[in-house]
């Protein structure tokens, strides 16, 4: 069972960018899903959520108004596009899943991670 980021990469303020996350191994289609991120010397800290059915969605308010997560579960995919970007935005972005309907916004409720997509925001 596999998740695997991408998308990441190099762009100034106020640009965008698109991170995709494909699952393999299993369909994911009935598991919550989400978005974290990491700066260096930094705690991970949660960035956005979705439940099974693409219908709640949650985000922190450091990116509200800015990302959109979202899902298709016809293709076990998971994105999230960032616009309006900013330095501190910087980070490795990890998406995650859990064994459950619905979304939390802490760690340890995910049961898998992806290994992980920089994203590096210049000023």
């Known amino acids: 069972v596999q998740l695997q980021a991408s998308g990441g990469g190099l762009v100034q303020t106020g640009g965008s960018l698109r991170l995709s996350c494909a699952a393999s191994?299993?369909?994911?289609?009935?598991?919550?899903k989400g978005w974290f991120r990491q700066a260096p010397g930094k705690e991970r800290e949660f960035v956005a959520a979705?439940?099974?059915?693409?219908?709640?969605?949650y985000y922190a308010d450091s990116v509200k108004g800015r990302f959109t997560i979202s899902r298709d579960n016809a293709k076990n995919t998971l994105s999230l596009q960032m616009n309006s970007l900013k330095p501190e935005d910087t980070a490795v972005y990890y998406c995650?899943?859990?064994?459950?309907?619905?979304?939390?916004?802490?760690?340890?409720?995910?049961?898998?991670w992806g290994q992980g997509t920089l994203v590096t925001v210049s000023s």
């Open positions: 979705i439940s099974w059915s693409g219908e709640r969605l």
């Open positions: 995650v899943a859990r064994r459950g309907t619905e979304y939390y916004t802490y760690a340890s409720a995910y049961d898998y």
């Open positions: 191994g299993r369909t994911f289609s009935s598991y919550a």
